[in-house]
Each structure stands twice: as C-alpha cells, then as structure tokens.
C-alpha cells in the first residue's frame, strides 16, 4: 500500500492527487522494438494454424479408414458358431459315472467352442500327474541323453518352474500338495508312512478333491495314495475322490505282481497284494505293469467323462520310484549312458511315457 493511495504501482499513482495517468508506451515509433514483437506475433500466429490443419488431416484420414473396415465387415456375412443359451444341465455324481460321454472327437470339438466363445464360467478340466522320485537330470529339456518327448513338449508349450520348493519323500510331497500345508504343520514331518504304520493325514485337514468336489466336480484318483491306510476312513475314497485305482502303501516290491514286501529296507516281516479298485482287490492283472494298468484307466476315465460335469483326475504315479524295473524292450533304451543301472533306470522313465502317449 502507497502512501498516496490503493495503488502501490506508480503507473497508477503518478501525482499527489492519486489521479490517474495512462502509461506512455515502451516504444514512441515504429522502430526496431516494434517490429521485433510485430514478428513474433506472426510466427506464432503461422504455428498455430498448421498444428490446426495437421490435426484436421489426421481426424479425416482415420475417418476414412473406420468408414473403410465398417463398409467391408457390414458387407461380409456374419456367421455365429456360439450355440445359443440354454439351461444349465445338472447331473448327479451316479449318473456321471454310469454315462458314457460322447466320442474324445466331439467332445474336443465341444471344449473349445466352449473356448472361443468365451465361456468362461465353465470350470476347466484338471489333470495333475506326480512323478514319483524323478529327478531334475531324468528329463529330457534337462539333460539330452533321457529322451522324454512328450514332458519335452509340455514344458516348451508351457511353464517351466526353475526355482520351486518341494519335499524329499513320498508322504510329506502327497500331504503339502493336497493340503496346501508344510507336512510340518499336518504332522507329517517324520520322513514317509510306513506300511505297518498307524499314522495318516488328519481328517481335519480339507483336501484338494473336497474342495473341488464343492464346485461340481467329479474327482477320480490312479496311482499311489501313501497318506494313510490304516482305516478306511483315511483313503482317497473318504477323502474326496470318487474312485480310486491303486496302490494304498508307498511303493510295490514287484511293479508285475503288485506285490508289496515291508519294509522296504531291512528282512521282511509281511508280504501282501497292494492294489486296489476302490475297496476292492485287484487280483486279475498279475504279470502287468502297473504303469500300463494307471495309464489305461487314465485314458478310460477320461473318454468316459461327462464333458457338462468338470473332471479332477489325481495321478500320482509309481514311476520312477524303485525298484527298478523297467517292461521287456525298454532295458536298454538309454543310449550312450554306461553305467548299467542308470541306463536301466532311464528305461523306465521311457517306459512310463510311451505308456502315456
């Protein structure tokens, strides 16, 4: 504030009276100063009206463009292979099992127009297959002398894990997979469940199979169990699954006789068939491989499936876990390895994916 007035600006207070005063102008006449900023209005006035057409010129050329892909798709024939809505189908667990679904063919064909048109509140279909003691040097994307094609195959088309954490033994590796848990906190921490053992993975404990048995799923279980055996309330078929075909105990002393000797380590104090169908025993298989056998019912569950119903198939094969023995024509399938028992030992993982394509 001014002692003359509201102005402090001198422009404004040019005389005691506060009267005001037009401000003479910088430049008198019309020299260099005038024509300096005569200029730069003019170059700036020229910017502005080419920024101007240049956006013109774009919006009319992408309209053009949209007016061009609009013409030809108005003009090409539409053609909605989607099938239209209908009720959703239901279907009991005893009718799934008794129904034989429609050709693999079809049923391929269905899932993926299921697929591209975008259906996705359909659960997926769930395969999970456990390789029992493979190491990370017993495929072939690992280590080039196991030939592995198919696993090759999957792992260039999908994901490959490099860095994980997994458990050592059979018991633990079931118990943290199906439970979500460290074996620790289920108490399954003491190496694996041994044949005459009374131990089991706590019934307080849900599984994978329950919970996906809340979402409609029908649940089916090949291949080795080792959580518990010591009542039957601690099997696959008290613990989600629907069917189980396999071996309840950790591991067979003869893959063609399904034959269990326990212990495993150590003189032998009970000899005993271990392979069952559900509850009961399988005893007209002898002198197949069980690779062969959980393979073929594999493939049975899955071309016999109701494709409306969403499928869980739990394998958790034998192979590779000892002992080694591999089928006739597949002892010497590990070429250029020359210790006897590894070339043995990777006929036996090529055993169990021949089986498996």
């Known amino acids: ?24 102008p910088r430049y008198q006449d019309s020299g260099k100063g005038g024509n300096t900023t005569s200029k730069k209005n003019i170059l700036t006035l020229v910017c502005l009206v080419l920024v101007c057409v240049t956006i013109i010129a ?51 064909s ?10 996705l509140n359909k659960p997926p279909h769930i395969v999970l297959l456990l390789l029992d003691d493979l190491g990370w040097n017993d495929v072939g994307y690992n280590n080039p002398r196991m030939k592995t094609p198919v696993i090759d195959e999957l792992a260039t088309n999908g994901v490959i894990f490099s860095s994980m954490y997994s458990q050592p033994a059979c018991t633990p590796s079931r118990a943290a997979l199906l439970s979500g848990r460290y074996p620790a906190n289920a108490g399954l921490q003491h190496l694996v469940i041994e044949e005459m053992d009374p131990n089991f993975l706590a019934r307080n404990y849900t599984l994978l199979p329950e919970k996906l048995k809340e979402l409609g799923y029908m649940n089916h279980m090949v291949g080795k169990w080792h959580l ?54 399988v005893l007209h298989e002898n002198g197949t491989h069980a690779t062969f056998l959980f393979t073929e019912r594999a493939q049975m569950i899955i071309e016999r499936h109701n494709p409306v119903v969403p499928l869980f198939l739990y394998l958790p094969f034998l192979l590779p876990h000892g002992p080694i023995q591999p089928p006739p024509g597949f002892e010497e399938s590990g070429e250029g390895i020359n210790d006897t028992r590894r070339r043995s030992y990777a006929g036996k993982i090529l055993n169990f994916f021949h089986a498996y394509i």
Request: hydrophobic share 25%; glycine share 6%; net charge negative.
């Open 228 to 281: 518990g055996y010591c009542d039957w309330k601690y099997t696959p078929l008290y613990r989600g699954f629907d069917s189980f075909y396999g071996v309840l105990n950790g591991f067979l002393s003869d893959y063609f006789s399904h034959v269990t000797n326990t212990p495993f380590f150590g003189p032998k104090q009970a000899v005993g068939l271990d392979f069952r169908d559900n509850t009961g025993a």
């Open 110 to 119: 269905t899932e993926k127009q299921d697929r591209r048109c975008g259906n």
């Open 58 to 108: 774009l919006v009319l050329i992408f309209a053009v463009e949209w007016k061009k892909d609009n013409t030809a798709s108005d003009s090409a024939p539409v053609v909605n292979s989607c099938p239209p809505p209908s009720e959703k189908t239901t279907q009991t667990p005893s009718e799934t099992t008794q129904t034989h679904a429609t050709p693999t063919s079809a049923r391929l």
């Open 1 to 24: 504030m001014s002692r003359h007035g509201t102005y402090d600006n001198p422009v404004y207070v040019n005389s005691p009276e506060d009267a005001y005063v037009v401000p003479e």
